[in-house]
């Protein structure tokens, strides 16, 4: 069973830090090194100086961003920046955002803490592959600040939106305990609900529904590496410390307001690389549709190809594609779904033979242009974009070769993946919006209470 429990959060102090906006900051794996600068200038208490500090300007030790981190961490609890919550509590928590298309979403959930597990071993379900080098960096991070510094984004299935209801009943007409709308315009409200009463029927809505990772699998992964390594420390340990936990953001699938944006793939550096014979290739596998356009006079052209994608999306599985020098967009529609049991047979899943970013990979990326699957982990001939004009724009940066633009992963297909226990390659989903970290924080130890008061 997926084991939920309130906990007494780490919040700023508004009356220490002023407008709470100024010190939030989107998750770590979205931050660029201009974007860091920013962060860093715009408040002296950003979030950013925890989440992704910078090393010191000597490599003597504790100056490495790791122990800044730390430090900056224990002197705001110490200087009353960030206070602790008297009560364990639950967070509700809700973002209203526009969509592309001008259309304004909202969507709910509520933080607390999930007991961790090893992923297939019980209820928390991955959806992506992890690389190990973010892992360890987030694991020195952990270790550092033995805390939980922003949220893990999970999934959970309830048609009738019981949760929703009775947090919204709880909240409705009332001030939240912060409003601070982000740089992409998005208002993030949450709300503290240390009711133990209504606590207790939220976990009871929760009880043995399986938890799907949206967003923070690196993060999991090393919230449980951390257990294991207190573990180690604390032989005596009981299995209740606060580190067999972790600060997760739950969100119900069934909500309208749950958004999934594509992430589209910009290829380089393919040595040998031939459009023509590339193109015969695809034509094996897909039905290949052209929109040619003269130079200078192609964003009608655009504009169909990309209403193409869309369109053919909704059907079998397809993708865009532009290549650099050619003047011409490409739509490949996959012949069958049939295809890929005929070229893989038995090696490829169900559940991944008609999934889009699956057959993009397999079959394209590993089979036509030999990008070996150790090669597309560490991201040799792959850049990973949102937006599909930056991606198309990309293919005549550098040594950028094409482009794939993808339509969105449906949430009942990342549900499936995860179900059967397999995993997509990485960047297959981009849940939007980003959740805002600074919001709360998670103490996993009483060491910076403990040197507080030890002063």
Known sequence: MSDIIPFKGLLYNSEKVGDLKMVMAPPYDVISPKYQDELYSRHPYNIV?????KDGPSNAPGSDRYSLAANDL??????????????????????????????THTRKGFIALARLEE????????????????????????????????????????????????LDGVTSGVEPLIDAPDDDGTENKLWRIDDTALITKVIDVMHAKPLFIADGHHRY??????????????????????WNYVMMYFSNMDDEGMTIWPTHRVVHSINGFN????????????????????????????????NRIASAGKGITSFGLHIKGDHTYYVLVLKSKDVMTAVFGSSIPDVFKTLDVTVLHALILSKILGITKEAQAKQEN?????????????????????????NSTKIEQVKAVALAGHVMPQKSTYFYPKLLTGLVMNLLTDKFIRATQDK
């Open 275 to 306: 459009p023509e014979e590339f193109l015969k290739e695809c034509a094996k596998y897909f039905d290949v549709e052209d929109f040619k356009y003269e130079p200078g006079r192609e964003s009608t052209i655009k504009m169909n190809f990309l």
């Open 119 to 166: 992923f297939g071993k019980g209820k928390i379900h991955a959806h992506e592959q992890t690389l190990s080098g973010p892992k360890a960096d987030r694991l020195r991070l952990m270790q550092a600040c033995e805390s939980n510094l922003s949220c893990i984004f999970s999934l959970y299935s309830e048609p009738e939106l019981t949760i929703n209801r009775l």
């Open 382 to 406: 792959l850049i990973y974009v949102k937006n599909s004009e930056e991606a198309i724009e990309a293919v005549n940066k550098d040594s950028n070769q094409m482009a794939f633009l993808l």
């Open 221 to 242: 992964e090393t919230a449980l590496n951390f257990r294991n390594y207190m573990k180690e420390k604390h032989p005596d340990s009981t299995g209740e410390e606060a």
């Open 74 to 103: 224990g002197r705001w609890i110490n200087d009353k920046t960030l206070v602790r919550d008297d009560k364990p509590a639950i967070y509700y928590y809700m973002q209203t955002y526009r969509q592309k298309g001008g259309t």
């Open 49 to 53: 100086k925890l989440i992704l500090s």
